[in-house]
């Protein structure tokens, strides 16, 4: 996960991940030959529009493990774990400048379905 989320470090991590259990929020990992090396937190909801959905907060895989199916794995196994909890939808956000993973979850057969708008608050 620190590949993705470079900023923090691991006590504000762990913490992080705690309050953000009570949320909800959950995380899984994907191995090869023993080692991690994919990560996903996920949490699933409900609002008005959608109805019962999972958003998937992270996903990440270590750079020396990209390109060889880790990513597919754990996108398999968010979407079976978001169908048999009764999801309509999976969603996920990734930042504009991120062109190799829009690649990878349209080949993952996710869609482009929306603008995110942001404001900064602070």
């Not at 937190?41 to 990440?60: A, C, E, K």
């Not at 999976?90 to 708008?117: C, I, N, P, W």
């Amino acid at each position: 996960m620190s590949e993705l989320r470079t900023h923090l470090v691991k006590d504000e991590f762990v913490q992080l991940v705690r309050d953000m259990e009570a949320d909800g929020y959950r995380l899984v990992y994907h191995e090869d030959d023993g080692q991690v090396v994919a990560v996903a937190g996920y949490r699933i909801y409900t609002n008005l529009i959608l109805g019962r959905n999972m958003y998937v907060d992270d996903l990440v895989t270590t750079t020396r493990s990209r390109s060889k199916g880790n990513g597919a794995v754990l996108i398999k196994w968010l979407r079976d774990k978001a169908k048999s909890a009764g999801c309509r939808y999976l969603h996920l956000d990734s930042g504009t400048e991120r062109h190799r993973a829009h690649k990878f979850y349209v080949k993952q057969g996710l869609t482009v379905s929306a603008f995110h708008f942001t404001e900064n608050l602070q």
